[in-house]
């Protein structure tokens, strides 16, 4: 395991000018700040205006406008977010479900090494971390046969995981005991409004957090189900309605010839009734937020002085754009997520619009601590790039031309497995039956008109730069591909 002297002195320089004196008078080392991630799942984009928490992180805090997954879906996207690396190197395509165990799921997570990958195991192994898991997971996170228990996890100090299926009630949590086998205990909760999911894993969060020393540091990765659909309120919050509309000029498209087979066979949708979903998304993310402030009130304010604070979410959710309802598709509402990132010490707020990915989480946290992972899947460089130098206003952020799109059919949905890049000012995918789709996003924003089959200068630029991103592509992927183009 490196670590760079260099980047922990100036990053400790650079947090005694941001963090108030009772940092230091309290016992914490600047050089290891707290960590607090907030990971929503399938969250869409603008519908953060009622999270009155969430805002008061991002007053104090910094919005990144152009934020993006590469592969659409829960589990992709979390192995992307604990590793720092693409689904073509976690291994980890689909949720796993209907798709071979090999290509997605807990199964594939761990039967590629991820578990001595994530930001979990190199900061308690490396640095001493407390690590506190509350809430999903990957996808099919299970017993395995014949166990009387569940996995245990590497880097996890406390656990309180979902076992599959989750839920809002009805589901079961593993509560950190070890059983003989090396397997985790794990308890049933019933549909009390007291068994509310978001709450019971906020309230053992916040006692992971009153349990903190100053001389050790903790991560703490909390993740909801919420809003997941069915989305279901908490207790108390089944009336909120949303203050935005869930409409774009892209609801429905009426013209959707010239898109791919799988959406021009989709129907017209009912608003009415996606209306009523929309709403019911604000309502359980209120949930949410309230444990947000919970964390903040949790912490002293010496703590609080020390520590950084993510909020994002696994995926976007469409609600209707180009016909389409939920994720996988490589369109903006299923591709831009929310990301808002609080520094140690931060008092002023701060809106940066460059392409950043959650591929950029787990690089940017090993930065701020000053580690560099050591293995062999990582060659020189994990696939994301630290967003500490557009965090602190120090280093050089060195900007990215495009985001990597993937993804993987899963024989559950009609998306098929596609390829792609998501630039500034364009959008291109390419799929595994040779259909491709151009935007050019500064003039047609809403994906409306596909322009692959005029603009062939362009589209020829895109092939080029995401057969260079898109390495190796989908397993589903016909030999020879680029070439058949």
């Given at each position: 395991?490196?670590?760079?002297?260099?980047?922990?002195?100036?990053?400790?320089?650079?947090?005694?000018?941001?963090?108030?004196?009772?940092?230091?008078?309290?016992?914490?080392?600047?050089?290891?700040?707290?960590?607090?991630?907030?990971?929503?799942?399938?969250?869409?984009?603008?519908?953060?205006?009622?999270?009155?928490?969430?805002?008061?992180?991002?007053?104090?805090?910094?919005?990144?406008?152009?934020?993006?997954?590469?592969?659409?879906?829960?589990?992709?996207?979390?192995?992307?977010?604990?590793?720092?690396?693409?689904?073509?190197?976690?291994?980890?395509?689909?949720?796993?479900?209907?798709?071979?165990?090999?290509?997605?799921?807990?199964?594939?997570?761990?039967?590629?090494?991820?578990?001595?990958?994530?930001?979990?195991?190199?900061?308690?192994?490396?640095?001493?971390?407390?690590?506190?898991?509350?809430?999903?997971?990957?996808?099919?996170?299970?017993?395995?046969?014949?166990?009387?228990?569940?996995?245990?996890?590497?880097?996890?100090?406390?656990?309180?995981?979902?076992?599959?299926?989750?839920?809002?009630?009805?589901?079961?949590?593993?509560?950190?005991?070890?059983?003989?086998?090396?397997?985790?205990?794990?308890?049933?909760?019933?549909?009390?409004?007291?068994?509310?999911?978001?709450?019971?894993?906020?309230?053992?969060?916040?006692?992971?957090?009153?349990?903190?020393?100053?001389?050790?540091?903790?991560?703490?990765?909390?993740?909801?189900?919420?809003?997941?659909?069915?989305?279901?309120?908490?207790?108390?919050?089944?009336?909120?309605?949303?203050?935005?509309?869930?409409?774009?000029?892209?609801?429905?498209?009426?013209?959707?010839?010239?898109?791919?087979?799988?959406?021009?066979?989709?129907?017209?949708?009912?608003?009415?009734?996606?209306?009523?979903?929309?709403?019911?998304?604000?309502?359980?993310?209120?949930?949410?937020?309230?444990?947000?402030?919970?964390?903040?009130?949790?912490?002293?304010?010496?703590?609080?002085?020390?520590?950084?604070?993510?909020?994002?979410?696994?995926?976007?959710?469409?609600?209707?754009?180009?016909?389409?309802?939920?994720?996988?598709?490589?369109?903006?509402?299923?591709?831009?997520?929310?990301?808002?990132?609080?520094?140690?010490?931060?008092?002023?707020?701060?809106?940066?619009?460059?392409?950043?990915?959650?591929?950029?989480?787990?690089?940017?946290?090993?930065?701020?601590?000053?580690?560099?992972?050591?293995?062999?899947?990582?060659?020189?460089?994990?696939?994301?790039?630290?967003?500490?130098?557009?965090?602190?206003?120090?280093?050089?952020?060195?900007?990215?031309?495009?985001?990597?799109?993937?993804?993987?059919?899963?024989?559950?949905?009609?998306?098929?497995?596609?390829?792609?890049?998501?630039?500034?000012?364009w959008m291109y995918a390419a799929y595994s039956d040779g259909f491709e789709e151009l935007y050019n996003l500064s003039k047609d924003p809403y994906e409306l008109r596909n322009q692959a089959s005029s603009n062939t200068a362009m589209v020829a630029k895109m092939r080029a730069r995401t057969q260079a991103l898109c390495d190796p592509m989908p397993p589903d992927f016909p030999a020879g591909f680029w070439g058949s183009l």
């Amino acid at each position: 395991m490196k670590r760079s002297l260099l980047t922990i002195v100036a990053f400790s320089t650079l947090l005694g000018a941001l963090a108030p004196p009772g940092v230091a008078r309290a016992g914490l080392d600047p050089s290891k700040p707290n960590i607090i991630v907030i990971l929503t799942d399938d969250q869409s984009i603008n519908t953060l205006q009622q999270m009155t928490n969430v805002q008061g992180l991002a007053a104090s805090g910094t919005t990144f406008t152009n934020a993006f997954v590469s592969n659409p879906l829960c589990c992709p996207s979390r192995s992307t977010i604990l590793t720092g690396l693409f689904s073509g190197h976690t291994g980890v395509w689909t949720n796993g479900d209907d798709a071979p165990p090999a290509d997605g799921g807990y199964a594939a997570f761990t039967q590629n090494g991820n578990e001595t990958r994530t930001l979990a195991y190199h900061l308690s192994t490396d640095l001493g971390y407390r690590t506190g898991l509350y809430g999903k997971y990957l996808n099919e996170y299970v017993a395995a046969p014949g166990a009387q228990g569940v996995p245990s996890i590497s880097g996890w100090t406390d656990v309180h995981a979902f076992t599959s299926p989750v839920g809002y009630y009805d589901y079961e949590l593993t509560d950190g005991i070890l059983n003989t086998d090396g397997t985790y205990h794990a308890v049933r909760y019933g549909s009390d409004p007291s068994d509310y999911s978001t709450n019971v894993v906020a309230d053992l969060a916040v006692t992971f957090l009153q349990e903190q020393t100053d001389d050790q540091p903790f991560f703490l990765y909390f993740t909801p189900y919420g809003p997941h659909g069915p989305t279901t309120p908490g207790p108390g919050d089944e009336g909120v309605t949303a203050s935005t509309s869930f409409s774009t000029p892209a609801f429905n498209e009426a013209d959707v010839s010239d898109k791919p087979l799988y959406i021009q066979q989709r129907p017209l949708l009912k608003r009415a009734a996606l209306k009523k979903q929309y709403d019911r998304q604000y309502a359980t993310l209120a949930s949410i937020d309230r444990a947000v402030g919970r964390f903040e009130a949790a912490l002293s304010p010496e703590e609080l002085a020390n520590t950084m604070f993510i909020f994002a979410s696994d995926n976007g959710l469409s609600y209707g754009d180009q016909r389409w309802t939920g994720k996988q598709v490589p369109y903006e509402r299923s591709i831009h997520v929310p990301l808002i990132v609080k520094m140690p010490g931060q008092v002023a707020s701060a809106t940066v619009d460059r392409l950043v990915a959650n591929v950029d989480l787990a690089p940017t946290i090993f930065d701020l601590v000053g580690i560099t992972p050591d293995d062999p899947v990582y060659g020189s460089h994990l696939d994301g790039r630290s967003l500490l130098p557009l965090l602190t206003g120090s280093g050089t952020f060195s900007p990215r031309s495009a985001i990597l799109l993937e993804h993987m059919y899963d024989g559950r949905n009609t998306t098929p497995s596609y390829c792609g890049v998501r630039m500034a000012t364009w959008m291109y995918a390419a799929y595994s039956d040779g259909f491709e789709e151009l935007y050019n996003l500064s003039k047609d924003p809403y994906e409306l008109r596909n322009q692959a089959s005029s603009n062939t200068a362009m589209v020829a630029k895109m092939r080029a730069r995401t057969q260079a991103l898109c390495d190796p592509m989908p397993p589903d992927f016909p030999a020879g591909f680029w070439g058949s183009l």
